[in-house]
């Protein structure tokens, strides 16, 4: 390691020996070891500021001989080197010796201090009475008593002066919490009322997803009874106290901002006052109510509502089809078991994904949402699975759909026969052959397909919008992510239609 002087303007270098001269390099002392000694060499080298400071001192920092007495380095009489300034060396600080004194220069200084410390309190005073009437050795001296005593004085002064302001600040603050709970504000600054009236546009609808006026509406089917009514039917995992102080309509606007902006759970926490602790109750008790709730309806209208609202175009050229069904996939935390990470992988993503069935109306209305499944599913066996097929039969059954209806879909649902076996039929693009072109009718078919199949698509983004699934999803959330999956879905029926 090549080794340089660090002194004023020495050009000392350990790769030219003979320019030396027999000197040696001595280490500098670093600031860690020995802060005072260290900034002493830095003055006495003399060096600018930013050549030469405590934070540019490293185990490689070096000052020759050539600058101590004799050119010996360092000695117990003279450690320090010469001041590159002025070139003066000084010897070693050695502490004060010891002199005794007799009684009457120690009351000589008694009383000297007595007249100065008069308004110190009595433990100042008998501080400096006891160092002052040493009678064996003095190791101050009476101006530095004096001033001992004045920064003593001073800093119980201050003391004082920061206990008053500590307790003036916590009884303010006890008065604050005990008006809090006495008038049971739970929620200042983020409500359900602060943010419906704020002064910033469409600010209610960006932290649900949906209107304040259709809010209402919401939590009137969920809440028949009011939300001060002494019934709660939400169930919760443990009886929290402020859980039960808070009014349900705002839990339920702290769900709809956790699945609609993706907020975590300490920063709700922060918004509404709570513990974290309390919201994580809250999220599990009204996902579950909201899922019984809101799953329990039919979305599914009688086949002349859906004709007699289909969009014009699209009446015109598939009169009869009453649904378009498509699945999609939202991506989670690649879980740690093996058998896991095989069951969800999906290779069109290329990533661990849940996969779920989406049925919407010509108008891009949600008519039926299945669970979610692993992502290595095919779309013929969540058909299945989940239902659709015997939720079709129920339908035929009741007279909501007739023979003849069908079903929009793309190439990837082969499901004709289990639709045949109902009484429907299935509208997918033709399939290209290899041997010759797509004719002209099919091309203009697929072409129609894909312009009206693209409203599913279009209400599966309204689905993902809420920001709870548009980023991945954390394993330790999957035990209730088909109740957040399933209010998100429906939800966004109390938005506007896609296709007007």
Not at 46 to 51: G, K, L, S, T
Not at 63 to 77: A, L, S, Y
Not at 326 to 333: F, N, V
Request: aromatic letters at 8%.
């Amino acid at each position: 390691m090549v080794k340089h002087c660090s002194y004023g303007t020495c050009k000392s270098d350990s790769r030219y020996p003979d320019k030396l001269n027999g000197a040696k390099f001595i280490p500098f002392p670093k600031p860690k070891t020995n802060l005072e000694k260290c900034m002493r060499w830095i003055a006495l080298c003399n060096r600018p500021q930013d050549q030469l400071n405590i934070n540019k001192i490293t185990k490689n920092t070096y000052i020759c001989t050539k600058h101590f007495i004799n050119n010996d380095g360092p000695t117990t009489e003279y450690p320090d080197p010469c001041d590159a300034k002025s070139g003066v060396i000084k010897k070693a600080r050695h502490l004060p010796t010891r002199q005794l004194f007799t009684g009457n220069a120690t009351c000589n200084s008694v009383s000297e201090a007595s007249n100065i410390t008069e308004d110190m309190d009595t433990s100042t005073t008998d501080f400096l009475h006891d160092i002052a009437c040493q009678t064996s050795e003095q190791l101050f001296s009476s101006m530095d008593m004096l001033a001992m005593g004045a920064r003593i004085h001073q800093l119980e002064k201050e003391n004082q002066e920061l206990r008053a302001a500590l307790a003036a600040y916590q009884s303010k603050m006890q008065s604050v919490r005990s008006t809090s709970t006495q008038t049971n504000i739970h929620v200042e600054n983020f409500s359900v009322e602060s943010v419906s009236n704020s002064k910033i546009k469409n600010l209610f609808q960006y932290y649900t997803g949906i209107t304040y006026l259709r809010f209402l509406m919401l939590i009137s089917f969920l809440f028949p009874n009011g939300t001060n009514s002494d019934v709660n039917h939400v169930t919760y995992d443990s009886n929290r106290e402020e859980v039960k102080r808070l009014p349900v309509d705002q839990q339920v606007f702290l769900f709809l901002c956790r699945i609609r902006n993706g907020l975590q759970v300490k920063d709700l926490a922060c918004r509404f006052n709570l513990k974290i602790q309390s919201v994580s109750t809250i999220l599990k008790g009204i996902s579950k109510y909201m899922y019984l709730r809101l799953g329990s309806l039919s979305y599914w209208p009688h086949r002349s509502v859906i004709i007699q609202n289909m969009p014009s175009v699209y009446k015109e050229e598939f009169p009869n089809c009453v649904a378009i069904i498509d699945c999609t996939e939202i991506k989670i935390q690649r879980p740690s078991s093996l058998l896991c990470q095989s069951q969800c992988y999906s290779e069109y993503k290329s990533a661990t994904t849940l996969k779920s069935l989406v049925v919407c109306d010509p108008n891009g209305s949600i008519l039926l949402v299945s669970d979610l499944y692993c992502g290595s599913i095919s779309d013929n066996d969540i058909c299945v699975k989940s239902g659709f097929f015997q939720h079709l039969q129920s339908l035929m059954e009741r007279g909501y759909l007739h023979p003849g209806d069908s079903i929009m879909a793309d190439k990837g649902f082969r499901i004709e026969d289990q639709l045949a076996e109902i009484g429907l039929r299935l509208n997918i693009p033709p399939f290209a052959s290899s041997a010759q072109s797509m004719s002209a009718a099919n091309v203009t078919l697929t072409r129609k397909i894909a312009a009206h199949r693209i409203h599913v698509e279009r209400a599966i983004n309204q689905i993902k919008c809420f920001k709870l699934f548009s980023r991945k999803i954390p394993v330790s959330l999957l035990h209730s992510i088909n109740e957040y999956w399933l209010c998100a879905s429906l939800l966004t029926n109390f938005q506007d239609i896609l296709v007007k």
